[in-house]
């Protein structure tokens, strides 16, 4: 099935840097979703936007649904160690259907 | 705030065992969703249902199968189990409306066959 680009991969920061990951595909979306997992847990909603241009915060993180419809970007300010985990993306796409589609993921680390 | 419970965090199963894997969700949603969870290639959807006995395939089904005999329950079935079923398994649900809903996801099960 098809996949999103995410990334970076991974990524190791300072406490209280700021942070930037993104997502892009091929075909447009209506939506974008995005994801954190703690090690061992399940992903837990974060933002989802619904609207080209949208630009959403919840609290340090900030996500926008790119203009294109085929990008959408997660930024964490002033990182502190709690952070650490998977970040998610997610985007849907007029399909019909209930159905995702996933990236694979930015593994965050923040160093002390 | 939805709960979705998935009945082990941890199992160990044998090469050729049948395997059952429980999802259990609190909020009367309709859609439930199996996917699994292996590094570099993200989550994958394995099996759908939108409601009681229905399913429908995902991008994975070869080798799983579901049952959905209770809206509140949704399972995950390893027919005999192989070693490539390996995997961390995440189950998630969504109540009908706008299909655009998102999935709201368990703490997952960590299956190791061996």
């Known amino acids: 099935g098809q996949q999103l680009n995410q990334s970076p991969q991974s990524m190791f920061i300072q406490e209280g840097e700021d942070v930037s990951m993104n997502c892009t595909s091929s075909s447009i979306f209506n939506t974008w979703l995005w994801y954190k997992q703690d090690p061992g847990e399940g992903p837990v909603l974060l933002i989802a936007?619904?609207?080209?241009?949208e630009l959403t915060s919840n609290g340090r993180l900030t996500a926008q649904f790119g203009i294109t419809r085929k990008d959408s970007f997660l930024n964490i300010s002033a990182s502190i160690p709690s952070d650490v985990g998977i970040y998610f993306c997610a985007g849907h796409n007029l399909s019909g259907t209930y159905k995702y589609i996933f990236g694979t993921g930015t593994r965050l680390k923040v160093l002390a | 705030d939805v709960k979705v419970t998935q009945s082990s965090r941890y199992l160990v199963k044998r090469t050729g065992e049948k395997v059952f894997l429980e999802c259990v969700q609190d909020m009367d949603h309709e859609n439930m969703f199996w996917y699994r969870q292996d590094p570099g290639l993200g989550l994958r959807l394995i099996y759908f249902?939108?409601?009681?006995?229905?399913?429908e395939k995902g991008d994975i089904p070869e080798g799983y199968s579901v049952s959905r005999e209770k809206k509140e329950r949704f399972s995950l079935i390893l027919e005999s189990a192989s070693t490539n079923q390996t995997s961390m398994y995440l189950c998630a649900s969504t109540p009908t409306g706008w299909r655009n809903q998102p999935q709201h996801f368990g703490d997952g099960t960590r299956l190791s066959i061996l």
């Open positions: 936007l619904y609207k080209a241009g």
């Open positions: 249902s939108y409601d009681v006995k229905m399913k």
